[in-house]
């Protein structure tokens, strides 16, 4: 076996993951990265007179938004286990970040299924970018993982979110309701299937470095 500190990532092999689009390089950040990233996030997500996400973390000044963006991603590397894991990537386009695209799983093993989540920097919506990088996490799910179905969810008043999720083949699965600023949102709740996933499927993506992290997706 070879020595672990000879390895590039010893401690830590999903560092050496990484997904590859036409346009886009998806990655765990740490180091400047991290930092670049949160300052996306400090730059403007979304207008001030919306919010589309369930945890309101983009409330406040630049300055919390970054925070709480670079501490969020520290948490899930964290809180990691095989059972309960979450996988936050840096976005890149032309070697810059852009946004973050997360992938989840729970009781993966067994469940087969993944939810996704991510954010674009308010500079660079519009081009595309947020289907590219949903495809991105999709194939490491599917061809990577062999998840069973994909689960997402929007709020019905965010029409760029859900037409992300049906351009890439998604199926509306029913409506929910959370609690956001304490006001009642609804959300659509969305489900891909494998079948579906493989039919509609067209953004050529390329993984590396999956096989030395398997094992923490609770993946065989």
Not at 47 to 71: I, L, Q
Not at 179 to 189: E, H, N, Q, Y
């Amino acid at each position: 076996m070879e020595p672990l500190l000879t390895q590039p990532h010893p401690w830590w092999p999903l560092h050496g993951l990484r997904l590859h689009t036409p346009r886009l390089e998806l990655r765990l950040p740490d180091g400047e990265l991290l930092n670049e990233l949160a300052q996306v996030a400090a730059d403007g997500v979304h207008e001030p007179d919306r919010m589309p996400f369930t945890v309101p973390w983009t409330d406040g000044s630049p300055g919390d938004r970054g925070r709480a963006t670079y501490r969020n991603v520290l948490s899930t590397i964290a809180n990691w286990s095989p059972d309960n894991w979450h996988l936050s990537l840096a976005v890149l386009h032309e070697g810059k970040a852009v946004g973050r695209q997360d992938l989840m799983g729970r009781r993966f093993a067994v469940t087969r299924e993944v939810e996704t989540g991510s954010w674009l920097g308010l500079a660079h919506q519009g081009l595309g970018i947020g289907t590219e990088m949903r495809a991105a996490a999709l194939h490491l799910a599917f061809a990577g993982l062999g998840a069973r179905a994909a689960l997402s969810a929007a709020m019905v008043d965010n029409p760029r979110s859900l037409g992300v999720s049906r351009r890439l083949g998604y199926r509306d699965d029913g409506l929910t309701t959370a609690v956001v600023r304490d006001r009642p949102a609804t959300l659509r709740r969305l489900r891909l299937e494998r079948a579906e996933w493989e039919r509609l499927r067209t953004v050529d993506v390329r993984i590396v470095g999956l096989d030395a992290c398997r094992g923490e997706f609770g993946a065989p």
